[in-house]
Structures are given as C-alpha cells and as structure tokens.
C-alpha cells in the first residue's frame, strides 16, 4: 500500500510537472516574458550590484524589460531555456564563465537566437585565467580578440573611435558628440569619416582589445585596435559584438554607449516595443540659461526683446548672491537687492519658465572652493542662493546648475535631501536625462542628470565662439539637434550665458522659427528639466508587459496614479494598428512605428495582431 501511495503521488508530480511545461510552451513568440532581454550574471552574484544595476537602470530609462539571471539558471532550468528576445552577456561582472555556460550560449544562438557580446565578458575562464590563444566567444564575435596569449600587457588598446556619418546616425548618436556631423552630401554620409569627441579635450579614446583578422559582419566601430563594434550573423543567430567597456563607463560618468548599444540591440535590431522617454512621446530640449553675476543683466535685457521669449519654458539657473568673484566685490546679480533682476526673475516666472540655482551664492568663489573646502563650509552657500530665490519667486526651487560644471559627490546629495530632482551636468555628455553614475555608484534615487549637448569640444554659444567655429556650423548644429530630438521623440540640453548668445540674435531668431514651426506641428516641444524629471520620476511606477495567444498581442500597461502621457512604440513591421481594449488612449502611426499614447487613467490594454513573415 505505501509502495502504491509513493508510486500515485509520483504520477501526479509528474502530472503536474508536464502541465506545467505545456503551460509555458503554450506561450508565443511574445509570452510574457518574450520582449525580454536577459542579463546574464555570474552565480553568486547579486542583483543589486552596480555593475547590475547599470545595466537595469539603463534599461528602465530607455522603456525596456531586461531581465537578470544566474548562469546555472540559464543553463540548467527546470522547464527548459527561458524565452527571451535576446542575450546579453556583460562586461565587468562577467570576465569570467565556464565551458558549459559558453556552450549553452552558443547552441542559443546558432538555433536563432541574438546576443550582445560586451568586451571583456568571457574572456577568462573559471579559475580567472586567459584560456587558448584568442577568446573562447571569437567566432562568435566575427574576430579574434583577448589575444594575451600573443600581446600580453598590450592585448588592449585605448585609440579615437570613429565610424562613418551614415553610420553614427543609426546608432542614434547625437550630432555633434562625432564630428565632422554633416557629409558635403547626403549620398556621401556612407563613406565620410567621423570621429567620436570628448567635450572640452576633442578625440574621445576608448579602450578596446585589440582584434585580428578581418571582420565577418558589419563594422560599426572602429579604433586603433581594430573592430570596436560589429553586427555579426552565427548560423541562425545574430551577435551584437561591442568592443568597449559599456557597464564600466557607464558606473564613470559616460553611460552614452552603453545606452546607446543597448537601444540599437533591442529596437534596431530585434524590433521590440519600447516606453518612450519624453511626454506624450514628443521629443523636445531643454533650454538652460545660467546667470552668473550683474555683467548678465544688460544682456538679459536685450534677449527681452527677442523672439525666444515668445516661446519657452525654459530652465533659467541664477547665482543669487551680492558678489561673484569674491566676498565683498559687489558684482554679484544680487536678487534681494538689485530691483532690476528682481523684475527680471519675476517676468519669467510670468512666463512659466522655471527658476533654478545655479551654485552657492558667490559664482566664481563658489566654484573654486567647492571641490577643496569642507562640504560643511560650502553647504551654507547652496542654502543662502537656495533660500534668496525663494523669496523672490514665491515657490520651491528644484533645479540646479554648478558654476564652472564643478559638482562634487556631496553637492549631489545635498541636492536630494532638499528636494532637487534635476542638475545639469558635465559628464554623460550627449546623453537624455539619467540618473548618473560615479565612482560605479548611483547618484541620488529621485534626482536626475540633464547632460549637456556639444558641438566637438564646446558647448555653451561661448565657448563655441572661443573655438572659432563659424555661424554656419552653429546654425546647422541647433537645426540638425533639434531633427534628432524630434525623431527620436527624446530630450536633450543646451545651455548658454546671457552675454555669450548676444552675438548670436540672427541664428537664434532661425532657430526659433524652425521650433515655432515644429511645435505648431505638435512634434516638437519646449521642456524645463523639472518637468522632464518629475515626469520620469512618475514614469518608474508604471508596470506593462506583453502576450500573445491566437495571433494577437496584448499589451497591459497599469500606473497607480494615472497612466496620462505615456507612450508606447511598437515597430509597424511587426505589429498591425494597436486597438484599445480597455483604458484611454490615442493610436497614431509615425513612419515604422506605431505609437500608443496613453490617457487619463490607471489601466491600459491595447492588441495588435501580430504580422508573420
């Protein structure tokens, strides 16, 4: 009897078991699990280290699900391989990875599926050695490369990264952070040279092994050191093969190409719907202009006169205080004191634009001192320029900018703690809005980073003066950013002085009229970082997936508050026209997508039928 009770409890685990793999099989192409990327990380790992979370946290910024798992869970799961729309296999973290993981990965791959392959990921073996003469993944890179065997100390090369315009502009680079960013034609975009720059220093250099042989795919990338990045074909299979340490300079202050591979692995290349970053999904700038003494007040007056103040709103940061190069001078834009910027600071609140502090009462002092002094000693400036702008502008001051771009750590968590939840910031240049890494750390949980845009190695209309760069460059460059805004449907930063775009009232009023006629259009909008960081912040609490059954896939998209001004993009190519099954929301196609933007409310679903080629 107890045999025949072990053998029945057998059968119905057995049962269950099978029920359970037909339940899972059951799901389509697009389970819920299937717009998914996965991440692998090492066993042991934890899902909260930051060479984890660089990697989520990007993800979450650019609307897509990646999704980590421990090696020996890819590799030995109970229900068989996890569906997945893609593999990534990261730096850093993963240096090192056994035999067996690499042979699971490469049967993935060769039976259709798609890997991002990142530097240094693979390269040792479990013990924390260089196996063989080249990496073990090489083949399925395109190239060798991790050749230590045979260059030792110089099996990684730091060199210029450059690319063709053409191809600069599909990785979704932004024009200006590669330079040349115009061909003398557009037939010519594909064999133009251009080179990624580094604001302030020009060449931007990268680290990258050194790879041999030729590439058996399409180079993205190149470097000194040979293929930086490549799009390679394995068997039935793809492989993102990227050269460059992504997690790393992402945890550095440069998290522009990891993002920037990441978007082109999971919407370029596998097509998946993705949360689009901007309200409504209409791309914009932010506008940023930073006051620093009483020498902007003659200036400010002149721009009043000008068309940009028929537009807007606009992010305006101003150093409050009496002085600016040092204590007592009285040169200081002085807004408790001096009548005329007080009127000023009052006619833009008038306008909607938004007042920020732009550093710690004295400009010049201020940013010599911040990164010397004791954070105790220099706080008390932050709150004096704090609390002055207050006074004037009758409302909570939220944005910041740091004179001279100097922003210690602790600025940063001063910020926080007084309800900051944006600054502008020097690194991750070219970047959207993110929430910075340093030192392979977070900055902040609430507060966001507004990157500056550049023109090769200059930014502010100043500095562009001081690099001789000519009024036609500058003028192309605004038109050719603000293209890049609207068709990507993202935000970016520009920031001037006042007395440094004086010269410059011809170009901006042509500017003006191309973003009065955008926005007309409803394509183009003016932003204030507050209003991008608080709609960022609003977006982390949405939850959405996808599933399919019988041909169509749903998307459930819910936000406890409300789900008003998010908006999804599926690849028309993919999907026919989304129809809203429960919830509010518009459906408009745009080019090869369709977008799905949400309405007031806390619950969306929306099917599409799923096209089969």
Known sequence: MKKRAITIAATVLCLSILAAWLVVSAY?????????????????????????TVWLDAASE?????????????????FGRPKCAGLILPDSIH??????????????????????????????SIEGFYPGSRSRLSDMAGVDYALYENLGNATIRSGDVSSTISLMKELGVPPGKYFPYLAPSAELESTTSTQLRRYQYGALEYPSFVTSGDYAGQVLLRSSAGVVAGLHRYQNGSVLFVNLPLGYLKGNTDGLPLHTFLYNFAVRMLSLPHLLSSPDGVGGLVLNWHVDSNAAISALQSISSWTIMQQ?????HITAG???????????????????????????VRLGYEIGSHGGWIHNYFAAHVETDPPEAMAKFLDLNQDALEQVVGKHVVEYS??????????????????????????????????????????????????????????SFEELSGEDVSFDDIQQWLQALTGFVVNRREVRLVYFHPPGILPYSDLVQNWMETTAQLGAQGSFRWYTMAQIANFLNSRKHVTWKLTER??????????????????????????????????????AQDGERWLVDAGEGTELEVQAEVIRK
């Not at 650019?62 to 109970?78: A, K, Q, R, W, Y």
């Not at 807007?312 to 305006?316: D, F, R, V």
């Not at 004179?403 to 900051?420: A, I, K, R, Y």
């Not at 459930?556 to 099954?581: E, N, R, Y």
């Open 28 to 52: 389509g192409h697009f389970s819920a699990a299937a717009d998914e990327l996965i991440l692998l990380v090492p066993d042991g790992s934890s899902f909260s280290d930051p060479g984890v």
């Open 322 to 348: 009496p002085d600016t190069y040092g204590i007592g001078d009285g040169k200081g834009f002085d807004v408790l004191n001096n009548s005329v910027s007080r009127d000023l600071v009052r006619q833009y």
């Open 312 to 316: 807007g709103p606009y992010s305006i």
């Open 62 to 78: 650019e609307g897509l699900h990646v999704t980590p798992l421990h090696d020996s869970d890819f590799i030995g799961p109970l």
């Open 95 to 124: 240096q090192q990875a056994s035999d067996l993981l690499l042979r699971e990965i490469r049967d993935y791959v060769a039976n259709g599926g798609n890997l991002m392959l990142v530097y240094d990921a693979a390269t040792k």
């Open 402 to 459: 740091a004179p001279n771009g100097d922003q210690p750590e602790w600025v940063t968590q001063w910020l926080e703690s007084h309800g900051f939840v944006a600054y502008y910031f020097t690194g991750d240049a070219g970047m959207g809005p993110t929430q910075s890494y340093r030192n392979g750390q977070r900055e902040g949980k609430n507060i966001w980073a507004f990157p500056i845009t550049q023109l090769d190695r200059a930014a």
């Open 550 to 587: 019988g041909g169509l896939v749903s998307l459930m998209a819910s936000d406890p508050q409300t789900l008003a001004h998010q908006t999804w993009s599926l690849p028309a190519d993919k999907f026919g026209k989304p129809v809203v099954i429960r919830g509010a929301a518009t459906v």
